[in-house]
């Protein structure tokens, strides 16, 4: 994401797709957030290597469309397929450390693997600008696909696993994940999405469009409600999960925190390259404040949780710093100094340290609930850039139609970087001023994010972690799973026994 927050404004002039800023993220985010569960789900029953193998080849997928877009259309279909693979990369990976790692060296593992993920959180913005500067942004994707090539052909090649489990008890396990459930969390999710970012913007609120699609997307969601309940332990959301207290608290947690950090992410960048009109590359400069405190908050959130024995003040403080820090942002314009920026965008950083925290609400969380803390923190991410899309555009619209002598739709067609080529020289102080405060109005939503990690952070469980037992669902969750898959295959052997006896049965003499 850090890689491509810098390069958003250039992709929109190129492609002449400003009011599709939001799609380039939340396209991702959708796609990761609604597969999520499928991939844990299929970690439960199929070997760990060819998940991931499966989603790194899905994620290069998605960077070569991207990369190769001729339409901003194309580029977000790329998104959202590369979105899909990341969600089987990042839960396998999870999965497969602590399958291959022996438990006390765990924690070392996961801090130098967070020590990776720094330098790539570090290193992203300045690869991402010097690319769209000197070769082309098309390039943030395309440097990808033989990375990851590498990558998947290491794991599949040489990781060793377990003993694997006969095919047919795959097959059977897989047998039992619900399909229904998944394939009725995606277009529900999708359509409540689209409406959230295009109502007002793209199409009316009262078009036939967005009616239909809230209609649609209500309705499968409320399928999808009595469809999971029916299901029980087998259903792709157990419902004993969301009586864990830690599990609900931590999820919305997770929900509002990844909210803001994308929003942050993403417009800190495109306000330095629009508003002040710098170049991708000093943007990427601009943006190291941001995601070095971040990187290094995050190591500082946990160690202070394993120091308290709590999450809670963590959680808190996190919620207190967006909230401090997005009224901060909302109120910065053409004339703010360039260190006043840089300081907000170090709080901004700093607000990250409780990322990680919902991961530290129970102890040895299953990976059902592993999967419903990424899912909840994906969809926060997606939902919290349409949402802003859908502010920023529809704000600059009101803000510049009064305006004598502006062609807003030109504006808007043709990408933020040529804002200063398509408006009239004595009316540019101006629009820039609405231009500016139709963007950082977006930094209220990051406000609503703060105020739910406040109120997630004080619900949570006040127990000290080593003594929590209130994790107790997410274990039997898990042996439930375990126990399903072995009653389905019972039962089939049961079924297939039955009816060979009856094909040999004697027929009875008359």
């Not at 399958?99 to 693997?113: S, T, Y």
């Amino acid at each position: 994401m850090t890689v491509i927050g810098v390069v958003v404004p250039q992709i929109t002039t190129e492609l002449g797709s400003l009011s599709d800023v939001g799609w380039y993220g939340s396209a991702y985010f959708l796609a990761a957030a609604a597969s999520q569960l499928a991939f844990g789900a299929l970690n439960r029953v199929v070997p760990h290597k060819y998940v991931y193998t499966v989603g790194v080849f899905i994620f290069e997928l998605g960077c070569l469309i991207s990369g190769l877009a001729t339409s901003s259309k194309m580029c977000i279909v790329g998104r959202a397929i590369s979105g899909l693979g990341s969600s089987g990369i990042v839960s396998t990976s999870l999965v497969l450390v602590t399958n291959i790692v022996p438990p006390k060296r765990l924690p070392f593992m996961i801090g130098a693997l967070g020590s990776l993920e720094l330098v790539g959180q570090i290193t992203g913005p300045l690869i991402g600008g010097g690319f769209a500067t000197n070769v082309s942004w098309r390039w943030c994707f395309l440097i990808n696909v033989p990375l990851g090539v590498v990558a998947g052909l290491t794991v599949f090649l040489l990781l060793r696993g377990s003993k694997q489990a006969p095919w047919s008890d795959i097959l059977t396990g897989l047998r039992t994940i619900d399909a229904v459930g998944i394939l009725l969390t995606i277009p529900g999710s999708a359509a409540i999405l689209f409406v959230i970012q295009s109502g007002g913007n793209t199409f009316a609120w009262d078009s036939p469009t967005i009616i239909g699609l809230a209609v649609a997307g209500g309705v499968l969601l409320v399928i999808l409600f009595f469809w999971e309940r029916s299901r029980g332990d087998l259903a792709v959301l157990p419902f004993k999960l969301f009586r864990n207290r830690n599990v609900v608290f931590g999820a919305t947690f997770a929900v509002g925190v990844n909210m803001a950090v994308s929003l942050f992410d993403y417009f800190v960048p495109f306000w330095n390259e629009t508003i002040r009109g710098i170049s991708p590359e000093r943007a990427g400069i601009l943006l190291l404040p941001l995601v070095s405190c971040s990187a290094f908050a995050v190591i500082a959130g946990g160690s202070l949780a394993t120091y308290l024995g709590r999450t809670n003040p963590v959680m808190i403080i996190g919620g207190a710093l967006v909230i401090a820090v997005s009224v901060l942002l909302s109120s910065i314009n053409a004339s703010a100094s360039e260190s006043r920026v840089l300081g907000y965008s170090a709080l901004a950083g700093i607000s990250a340290l409780a990322t990680q925290q919902p991961y530290l609400c129970g102890k040895d969380l299953s990976p059902t609930a592993i999967s419903l803390m990424l899912f909840s923190g994906m969809s926060g991410s997606a939902v919290g850039l349409a949402m802003a899309q859908a502010i920023f555009i529809n704000q600059l619209h009101d803000n510049l139609d009064p305006v004598e002598g502006i062609n807003v739709a030109a504006i808007i067609g043709s990408g933020a970087t040529e804002l200063r080529n398509v408006v009239p020289t004595d009316k540019l102080e101006q629009v820039l001023k609405l231009y500016n405060l139709s963007l950082v109005q977006v930094f209220y939503v990051s406000v609503g994010a703060g105020c739910l990690m406040l109120a997630s952070g004080c619900l949570v469980s006040w127990r000290r972690t080593e003594n929590d037992d209130s994790d107790r669902l997410l274990h039997e969750e898990s042996a439930d799973s375990t126990q399903n898959v072995q009653k389905t295959q019972e039962n089939e052997k049961n079924q297939s026994k039955a009816e060979t006896n009856a094909l040999t049965v004697t027929p009875t003499s008359h």
